[in-house]
């Protein structure tokens, strides 16, 4: 996404050159390299099996607990390819800096969901949701992509990154929604993972649902078998879900938000790389969760 928003903020002008679309595609190499470093440490904490329908990195009998050393490896390898290739440039510092924050928000995201998930369900909030979205998916997997493009092409206008961070925190809670629902209701098949988070405990977009529409008696299954890994006691949070009807609501809140985000991104300033979001929003929208 970084090589498609930075020919769509360039085009036209003189900076389209050869060099300048090797520097776009470098740095989205180090955008892959950062999405191993959290992918990998985050199979670790929640103790996943699968991953893109291969076996989570750790998980195999030739790696263990090495995989911390590679995921080690994969961050650091972002800054001596920046080091190498982009310290002669004036957004040098501004491309360090963006990698440097929004690896430390991942990382409290990442903290803050694994804190969270060592609570009783009864004090998921959406506060806390958003807090961990906000940290965890939106910024680095949305954010960056787009801010890395803006910085290449010299974009200076504060509002254009402004816009484009309050759209893509949008894509995070969209995305980040989407996970939890396939989490519980997909096909592993298709997913391309087992699903976990009833099992982990974890604060998701279902969870804090469940318990902003629960009665008395149904807060009292939740907080009975939530979190807990024996199949029937996962089955019967599946069949909570079912019987408040998250599953309409999910289909609702899915099409709503896809509207709400459309209609922000057409009315992004001038300079904002609108077709390139646009394109983002659709491959969530119709992406394969693989």
């Given at each position: 996404m970084t090589v498609l928003a930075y020919k769509e903020l360039v085009s036209g002008g003189n900076q389209l050159t050869t060099e300048n679309l090797r520097l776009s595609h470098l740095l989205g190499?180090?955008?892959?390299?950062?999405?191993?470093?959290?992918?990998?440490?985050?199979?670790?904490?929640?103790?996943?099996?699968?991953?893109?329908?291969?076996?989570?990195?750790?998980?195999?009998?030739?790696?263990g607990l090495n995989a911390i050393n590679d995921a080690l490896l994969f961050e650091n390898g972002i800054y001596e390819l920046l080091r190498r290739h982009f310290r002669h440039l004036h957004?040098?510092?501004?491309?360090?800096?963006?990698f440097q924050q929004n690896t430390f928000k991942c990382m409290l995201g990442q903290s803050l969901d694994m804190l969270i998930s060592r609570r009783n369900v009864s004090t998921f909030s959406v506060e806390a949701y958003t807090s961990i979205v906000r940290n965890k998916t939106?910024?680095?997997?949305f954010y960056l992509p787009i801010a890395l493009a803006l910085h290449l092409a010299g974009i200076r206008e504060q509002q254009i990154y402004d816009d484009c961070e309050r759209i893509t925190f949008e894509f995070g809670n969209f995305c980040q929604a989407q996970n939890d629902f396939l989490?519980?209701?997909?096909?592993?098949?298709?997913?391309?993972?087992?699903?976990?988070?009833?099992?982990?405990n974890k604060c998701t977009w279902l969870a804090v649902k469940?318990?902003?529409?629960?009665?008395e008696r149904q807060r009292s299954i939740m907080e009975k078998f939530y979190g807990k890994n024996d199949p029937q006691e996962v089955a019967r949070v599946k069949e909570l879900y079912e019987e408040l009807d998250l599953i309409e609501i999910y289909t609702k809140y899915e099409k709503e938000t896809y509207n709400n985000i459309e209609t922000m991104i057409f009315q992004a300033c001038n300079g904002a790389p609108r077709k390139t979001l646009l394109k983002m929003l659709n491959q969530i929208n119709q992406r394969d969760i693989k």
């Open positions: 190499w180090c955008l892959e390299l950062q999405h191993c470093t959290i992918l990998i440490t985050d199979d670790i904490i929640d103790n996943s099996t699968t991953r893109r329908d291969q076996l989570c990195w750790h998980r195999r009998d030739d790696v957004c040098y510092v501004q491309l360090l800096e963006l939106s910024s680095h997997f989490d519980c209701f997909g096909d592993p098949n298709e997913t391309g993972k087992l699903g976990t988070d009833i099992q982990a469940c318990m902003e529409r629960a009665d």
